[in-house]
């Protein structure tokens, strides 16, 4: 966001309930396992319509991370008319073929996650013998101090721990199970799909597999940026990202 406002961008972000400054969902208010991709992308409508009308513009770009990049699309297939470029960063991707056994739907209506289990997970993504900028004390004291900070009752936990909705996790199966979020040939803007050349989330196969399927928009570019994870944005290689991100902004 920083770099974007520094090249002259007007830049909105938005947290989605149950994260960041957002309010939480109560238990009750979960009995139908809200917080899934379609869900936050009615977030994203009345937040759009926010800033459209604030603005006083018609269409407006929109940046999906992750997760964020289901969201992102939902709200692209559902309202082209108001998407003026899209960007899919480390986008969570259609599979080649759906996976006969069905994974066990999760019982919980949240997931706790500590920093130490992030840590985890990036250290599988980063391959052997790499280092991208991005150590364990940073990880965890600072960059896990600042998660943490996200939910005010982290530290009443023991271990401390972030509590989100469980709807990505129901989105990954029902993508596991060959049914995808929302249809890509009814994008219209003009999309980018950006990811670091280790990621594991977004791979060459995978975003190939998506560039293929945005069919409906008249130019699209997918920009694999090397020696970065799913989360390049955080490591050495940032400010590629954050360059080619803009130079795709500033094209006519």
């Known amino acids: 966001m920083d770099s974007l406002a520094l090249s002259g961008f007007d ?5 989605y309930l149950g994260y960041g400054e957002s309010s939480r969902y109560r238990e009750s208010d979960l009995a139908n396992f809200r917080g899934r991709a379609s869900d936050c992308a009615n977030q994203l409508a009345r937040a759009l319509r926010f800033i459209l009308a604030k603005r006083r513009i018609h269409k407006l770009s929109i940046i999906g991370d992750s997760f964020g990049s289901l969201v992102a699309g939902v709200y692209a297939s559902r309202s082209p008319e108001s998407v003026d470029k899209l960007i899919l960063f480390a986008p969570v991707t259609p599979i ?3 996976k006969q056994d069905q994974v066990q739907t999760p019982t919980s209506r949240f997931d706790l996650v500590t920093p130490e289990e992030l840590w985890q997970l990036y250290t599988t993504w980063l391959p052997k013998g790499k280092y991208v900028g991005i150590d364990h004390d940073f990880f965890l004291k600072i960059w896990g101090a600042k ?8 530290r009443q936990r023991v271990p401390p721990s972030v509590m989100v909705p469980a709807g990505p996790d129901l989105d990954t199966i029902d993508i596991e199970g060959g049914r995808f979020p929302y249809d890509p040939a009814l994008i219209k803007a003009p999309a980018l799909i950006i990811f670091g050349e280790w990621d594991s989330v977004a791979t060459e196969e995978g975003a190939k597999r998506l560039f293929d399927l945005l069919s409906g928009t008249r130019y699209k570019r997918r920009i694999v940026i090397g020696t970065g994870t799913h989360i390049l944005q955080l490591e050495s290689s940032r400010h590629v990202l954050y360059g080619e991100v803009i130079t795709f902004l500033r094209e006519k």
Do not use: I
Not at 147 to 154: E, G, I, N, V, W
């Open 11 to 15: 830049v909105w972000s938005l947290d």
């Open 147 to 154: 998660y943490l900070d996200t939910d005010r009752a982290s």
């Open 96 to 98: 080649a073929q759906a």
